[in-house]
Nanobody
Framework: QVQLVESGGGLVQPGGSLRLSCAAS????????MGWYRQAPGKQRELVGA???????TYADSVKGRFTIARDSAKNTVYLQMNSLKPEDTAVYYC?????????WGQGTQVTVSS
């Protein structure tokens, strides 16, 4: 059974940082494109960034220079380091694993940026 479990969300003040984790089981994150998405209230889910199995990482323009994706192969876990957070980063953040055949989603973790 494949599971993606996100953690690390919470409430943070503008300018603060959070690190989200996505622990994968049932698959090897190293052979999937691992992506982070977010969905704010009333808005469509959008791609935040993704890391291909070849290590190519891309980011949405809105988070470039502030967010970083990293992978720990030993822990089969992907991280999203979020710095200089803004109120508009408030959303539910989802982890995704895709290999062109299979597509898996985590349950999401809430990130709220507010003073």
């Amino acid at each position: 059974q494949v599971q993606l479990v996100e953690s690390g969300g919470g409430l943070v003040q503008p300018g603060g940082s959070l690190r989200l984790s996505c622990a994968a089981s049932g698959i090897s994150a190293s052979v999937y494109t691992m992506g982070w998405y977010r969905q704010a209230p009333g808005k469509q889910r959008e791609l935040v960034g993704a890391r291909t199995r070849r290590g190519i990482i891309t980011y949405a323009d809105s988070v470039k220079g502030r967010f970083t994706i990293a992978r720990d192969s030993a822990k089969n876990t992907v991280y999203l380091q979020m710095n200089s957070l803004k109120p508009e980063d408030t959303a539910v953040y989802y982890c995704n694993a895709n290999n062109g055949i299979s597509d898996y989603w985590g349950q999401g973790t809430q990130v709220t940026v507010s003073s």
